[in-house]
T-cell receptor
Framework: GAGVSQTPSNKVTEKGKYVELRCDPI?????LYWYRQSLGQGPEFLIY????????DSGLPNDRFFAVRPEGSVSTLKIQRTERGDSAVYLC??????????????FGEGSRLTVL | AQSVTQPDIHITVSEGASLELRCNYS??????LFWYVQSPGQGLQLLLK??????LVQGIKGFEAEFKRSQSSFNLRKPSVHWSDAAEYFC?????????????FGQGTELSVKP
């Protein structure tokens, strides 16, 4: 597609449930990022993939959060045993390389997660 | 720890007036600096970036920003605001070149434009 696509755009779930959020990056972009944006805050880094491997997962808050990118394109962010504090907009971004050369990340519109 | 501060949570300006959004960063060296804009229903979009060289950088949509090392600031400016500029603006820092796209964002400044 022309841009970064994220699905679902909105997800409402109950506390304790499992959730998957999907990101389809711009074709040909090797680097993919997940950020989390809580209400009234700026995005916070979660994890960064270069190809299929997680190059940096230092932003994942705990072991309930996990992300994969098995074929180096689409990525899924998985959240187990969701908690109310996980409610946020989850942003995905991609870049042609590691983002270091230009610093320009291309963001999707986000997936808004609400945990009741 | 590196941090980015945007002191103004919300700013309102009249259409046609000038605009300055403030950004201060806390970091020992000169990081890579960015401004992103988030419009309703759209993803974050890069407005401009500073890596090195000329401290006044030009971006898209008529925006510019000036890096001032002595003040650890990277303020965003526009001489004449248009109604379509109403959005949320984020300043961001990339602490080092080899950290890929691991940006540190400020909390954002929401811009409203009065007709």
């Amino acid at each position: 597609g022309a841009g970064v696509s994220q699905t679902p755009s909105n997800k409402v779930t109950e506390k304790g449930k499992y959730v998957e959020l999907r990101c389809d990056p711009i074709s040909g972009h090797t680097a993919l990022y997940w950020y989390r944006q809580s209400l009234g805050q700026g995005p916070e880094f979660l994890i960064y993939f270069q190809g299929t491997g997680a190059a940096d997962d230092s932003g994942l808050p705990n072991d309930r959060f996990f992300a994969v990118r098995p074929e180096g394109s689409v990525s899924t962010l998985k959240i187990q045993r969701t908690e109310r504090g996980d409610s946020a907009v989850y942003l995905c971004a991609s870049s042609p390389n590691g983002g270091a050369n230009t610093g320009e990340l291309f963001f999707g519109e986000g997936s808004r997660l609400t945990v009741l | 720890a590196q941090s980015v501060t945007q002191p103004d949570i919300h700013i309102t300006v009249s259409e046609g007036a000038s605009l300055e959004l403030r950004c201060n960063y806390s970091y020992g060296a000169t990081p890579y600096l960015f401004w992103y804009v988030q419009s309703p229903g759209q993803g974050l979009q890069l407005l401009l970036k500073y890596f090195s060289g000329d401290t006044l950088v030009q971006g898209i949509k008529g925006f510019e920003a000036e890096f001032k090392r002595s003040q650890s600031s990277f303020n965003l400016r526009k001489p004449s605001v248009h109604w379509s500029d109403a959005a949320e603006y984020f300043c961001a820092v990339l602490p080092s070149y080899n950290q890929g796209g691991k940006l540190i964002f400020g909390q954002g400044t929401e811009l409203s434009v009065k007709p």
